[in-house]
């Protein structure tokens, strides 16, 4: 079933760890007065390397058998890849208890002592707990990265993460997508949200401050967050597009557009845009300047998903060089998707 007529049903279906407060973040320098004393600028391993792994769309319910396979896979991938920092980008949850659902599928992360940070997806809020408390939730789990939503800023879980050698390297945004929007003219059309004004002024805000800081040259970046931008249907079928991967369903966007990905190309500095969202697709697109990348599914069977095992997204970041390595991580072992992103170019590695 694919998702718009899974999504049809899905409110219905929905209805239907103890960890040590205590954490020591080897590559995490810069320490920030936090529930966790967290740390929010990351230094890269002693070879030189630094690795982040995208969780996404686990959707897990409490008690719910169809949920296994999700903590399963987030386990294997956490024991397998060893990351130094997890992006979760969304739809944790999928029914309540949302709570204690959220605690659980985090709690692999805590455990094993790894910093994560999540951007909210849209289905994370719809059950017993609201965004806002659900966040509250989220960074509760030791470990937890994320900070405070800003109250000026739309949506909770927009943050900033930096990588540094001797200098500034690499720059991490997450953006809180949201969830649903109405639109009212003639007739009322609902759609997936988008990401807002005040958050795209608080992005070129970071953004040129990272500038001046890194000698006023834009500090390279990626951004994560769930719902794409409408750019990549344009991106889709256009005949100087490349894409390495699974495309085995139509993005669904927002009908609106914010012109987020017009200000990232002006200020310089977001190499790629990595979202969840869409379970069946698990690409890499290269459009234009840009490239869109796609998470692997890393969740259960409460939701829709063909693409076969879960798995996760895995970026490589080397200490002075530009750009990173990407490959997508499979339950049970099996990694594909080898791919260098440089200079704008996409090229398979082994």
Known sequence: MKRRSFLKGSALAAAAAAVAPSLVFPSCSRERKGPFGSARDFHFRPDGTFKILQLTDTHYIAGDPRSDRALRCVEEL?????????????????GSPSGESARIILAPMAER?????????????????????LYDVIRSVPGCLNTPPDKGIYGHSNDLFTLSSDRLERAFFLFDSGDAVVLRGEEEIHCYDYIRYDQIGWYRQESERLREENGGKPLPALAFFHIPLREIEEGLVSPDRELVGNNEEPPCPSRLNSGLLAQMREMGDVEAIVNGHDHDCDYVLRYGPMFYVYGRFSGCDTVYNHLGPSGGRVF???????????????????????????????TGIS
Do not use: Y
């Open 316 to 346: 490589e970041f080397r200490k002075g060089e530009p750009g990173f390595r990407t490959w997508v991580r499979l339950v049970g072992g099996e990694v594909c998707q080898r791919l260098s992103i440089q200079d704008g170019k996409m």
């Open 78 to 94: 956490l024991d397998t890849e060893r990351p130094d920092f997890v992006i979760h980008t969304g739809d944790v949850i999928f």
């Open 113 to 133: 002592g790894i910093p994560f940070a999540v951007a909210m997806g849209n289905h994370d809020g719809q059950f017993d707990l609201d965004r806002a408390a």
